[in-house]
T-cell receptor
Framework: AQTVTQSQPEMSVQEAETVTLSCTYD???????LFWYKQPPSRQMILVIR??????QNATENRFSVNFQKAAKSFSLKISDSQLGDAAMYFC????????????FGQGTRLTINP | DTGVSQDPRHKITKRGQNVTFRCDPISEHNRLYWYRQTLGQGPEFLTYFQNEAQLEKSRLLSDRFSAERPKGSFSTLEIQRTEQGDSAMYLC?????????????FGEGSRLTVL
């Protein structure tokens, strides 16, 4: 079974600075997808960024980018120019390319933005 | 609003009572997922439907839990004889399954408190 581990329960960053959230995963599959989801307090989870395992190029979405290291099974999220609205729980998630395609989530990292 | 909607948003019940949650997915989405999230943890997969067929159930889904998706539209999750350990946020997500990424869209969740 696949597992996802986020070793940083909490992180904080000064507004306008850069922060990196860590994620590692374990799988024997070669074809899969990785995601970062953001869950603001009392609001629904929304997709931040997605990475296909077969792509070597790291995904970027505006201020959000990932460092995908397939051999190391590492998938970190970098948030540049942090904004107050970035404060939330961030979840790393794995999804197989086959079968149910259900998401397997990590434990989450609570990100605080200091003004 | 055309997102995933869940009802009720909050439910407080006494141990031993039955509760039912409803999820209305995005209309064209053919896959519907239920997750459970306890405080400070990532969501855990419970079950999913493709159209009206329930294709997979987690071992977390004890025989007190039942889910349905009649006619492949909305879904209900019923918990019978609730226990305090059932207290959690129950999240619904939907997607339009394709051979590609099939992003999951989440609702705001239904929070259950069992006294």
């Amino acid at each position: 079974a696949q597992t996802v581990t986020q070793s940083q329960p909490e992180m904080s960053v000064q507004e306008a600075e850069t922060v990196t959230l860590s994620c590692t995963y374990d799988t024997s599959e070669s074809d899969y997808y990785l995601f970062w989801y953001k869950q603001p307090p009392s609001r629904q989870m929304i997709l931040v960024i997605r990475q296909e395992a077969y792509k070597q190029q790291n995904a970027t979405e505006n201020r959000f980018s990932v460092n995908f290291q397939k051999a190391a099974k590492s998938f970190s999220l970098k948030i540049s120019d942090s904004q107050l609205g970035d404060a939330a729980m961030y979840f790393c998630a794995y999804r197989s390319a086959q079968g149910a395609q259900k998401l397997v989530f990590g434990q989450g990292t609570r990100l605080t933005i200091n003004p | 609003d055309t997102g995933v909607s869940q009802d009720p948003r909050h439910k407080i019940t006494k141990r031993g009572q039955n509760v039912t949650f409803r999820c209305d997915p995005i209309s064209e989405h053919n896959r519907l997922y239920w997750y459970r999230q306890t405080l400070g943890q990532g969501p855990e997969f419970l079950t999913y439907f493709q159209n009206e067929a329930q294709l997979e159930k987690s071992r977390l889904l004890s025989d007190r839990f039942s889910a349905e998706r009649p006619k492949g539209s909305f879904s209900t999750l019923e918990i019978q004889r609730t226990e305090q350990g059932d207290s959690a946020m129950y999240l619904c997500a939907s997607s339009f399954w394709t051979l590609n990424t099939g992003e999951l869209f989440f609702g705001e969740g239904s929070r259950l408190t069992v006294l």
